[in-house]
């Protein structure tokens, strides 16, 4: 029993952390634009800021309310509340996360996971902030660097080098559940021209759901 | 005050919200650590589990940075740095900061000269991004505890269930590999090179863990992702060449 108060204690004071820090760098990042107009006394051109945000709010919002019920989970909740503010989740935080946990054995939903998986993207996020940090100090020597045609070519094939290697440890844990969602993405992407880069976030929560549902049929038969 | 996208008064504001950021990370990262000594856990795993994440993150984090030296052409550093250290991806950014641009008749690669169009590229960026920031420390103790119901209610169920989510995504992103394939029979082979990474990355991860296991090589396990990840990229290069 004094372990589950315990426990409870901990993913408690997680969630109150979470919401000051989260609220509190939500109002600080908004306030960066605010702060320009009133350093230099200007206000913004209303009319192209009324179609800029008209043709940026309706996507970006509905595709952030969908990444955040898809992601939470997947995170933990440490996880989740430093994730939705240092950004880059599906490329960076996620893989390293889901890395951790699966090196340390232990489930997200767990106490254990909970701790690894914030460690990992705590950890991630300082290594990546520093990285910029340094590269926008050193921005002159490294720009030719940074933007040769053979760098472009690696960094260009990022996510192809990063989901190779996370789909054979997950796929060879579950490939009875792997096969339909492999298959049903694979005909999506090939005949769908409008499924690319630009649209894939946009088709991790049509993946998640298809496979929970093929789940819940597997479990239910009994085979996995 | 005269404006120009690289002034030290821009660089002094964003370097104060990158320090508040940074500064979380490093909070919620003392608390885990401490929280884990306190349950006892293997001092070796909470060690790996930092030394991976570092080794892992360096790549991605270099490409992030090429975004910001791409967007920094038309906005300065301090708003693409701004932008891309917090909430930001460039798939996102380049597109929410391209708009906008346009919407002031400016181009991609045109240094804004007034403060105002900047503050008005600055307001579309931020908005886009707003709504997971706000809602995340809203919504994430609901969420989380209707999924430890669901895990507690049936254990066995729970297990499948995160495992078919991580699945649902991996597979999401697979497909994302392949988009590009049917422009072979158009005569363009660049659609292939995805799909070689993907499975040089593959392979690689594969014998990094046969590796591991048959010749009992356990620090191979450690750094296997980020071992098949760099492989993967630098093959990207002499397939580039050839298909590209």
């Known amino acids: 029993m004094r372990k589950n108060s315990n426990e409870l204690t901990y993913l408690e004071k997680i969630h109150v952390w979470g919401r000051i820090w989260g609220l509190s760098l939500f109002f600080l990042i908004m306030a960066f634009p605010l702060a320009v107009c009133i350093i230099y006394g200007v206000l913004p051109k209303w009319g192209p800021l009324f179609n800029g945000i008209l043709a940026v709010l309706p996507m970006y919002w509905a595709v952030g309310v969908i990444e955040m019920l898809t992601y939470v989970p997947m995170l933990g909740a440490g996880g989740a509340y430093l994730s939705f503010v ?67 070519a690696s960094f260009a094939q990022l996510l192809p080098a990063l989901f190779g290697g996370l789909a054979v440890v997950f796929v060879s844990k579950q490939w009875k559940l792997s096969i339909a969602p492999i298959i049903l993405m694979l005909l999506l992407f090939i005949f769908i021209p409008a499924l690319n880069a630009g649209t894939v976030g946009i088709m991790v929560p049509v993946g998640v759901i298809f496979t929970l549902i093929v789940a819940r049929v597997l479990y239910k038969k009994g085979k996995i | 005050m005269e404006f120009n996208v690289n002034s030290p008064v821009l660089f002094v504001i964003v370097g104060l919200i990158i ?34 994440a570092i080794v892992f993150t360096i790549a991605p984090a270099i490409a992030i940075l ?22 930001g991806s460039l798939t996102y950014e380049a597109v929410a900061a391209g708009n906008a641009l346009t919407q002031l008749g400016l181009g991609t690669q045109t240094r804004i000269t007034s403060a105002s169009d900047y503050a008005t590229v600055a307001i579309v960026m931020t908005s886009g991004i707003a709504i997971g920031l706000f809602l995340v420390p809203l919504l994430t103790k609901k969420i989380q ?34 988009c590009d394939v049917t422009n072979l029979s158009k005569g363009d082979a660049s659609g292939l090179i995805p799909v070689c990474v993907f499975f040089v990355s593959a392979i690689t991860m594969a014998v990094c863990g046969l590796i591991a296991t048959k010749k009992k090589v356990t620090w191979m396990n450690d750094y296997a992702l980020p071992i098949s990840l760099i492989v993967g990229m630098a093959a990207a290069i002499p397939f580039t060449n050839w298909l590209g």
């Open chain 2, 145 to 178: 505890s209707g999924v430890h119901k669901i895990e507690n209610k049936d254990k066995h169920w729970g297990e499948i269930l995160s495992n078919a989510m991580f699945i649902g995504m991996i597979s999401a992103f697979l497909g994302y590999v392949f």
């Open chain 1, 86 to 152: 240092t950004g880059n989740i599906s490329n960076l935080k996620l893989p390293c996360a889901l890395d951790a946990m699966q090196r340390a054995n232990v489930k997200a939903s767990s106490e254990e996971g909970e701790i690894i998986s914030t460690i990992s993207i705590a950890v991630s996020s300082i290594v990546t902030t520093v990285i910029i940090i340094v590269g926008v100090i050193l921005i002159i020597p490294l720009t030719p660097v940074l933007e040769s045609p053979v760098l472009n």
């Open chain 2, 19 to 52: 320090a508040a950021v940074l500064g979380q990370s490093v909070f919620f990262l003392l608390k885990a650590v401490k929280r884990a000594k306190e349950k006892g856990m293997d001092k070796k795993v909470i060690k790996k589990t930092i030394t991976s």
């Open chain 2, 66 to 87: 090429v975004g910001v030296i791409s967007l920094s052409v038309s906005l300065g550093i301090p708003l693409p740095w701004l932008r891309l250290s917090v909430v």
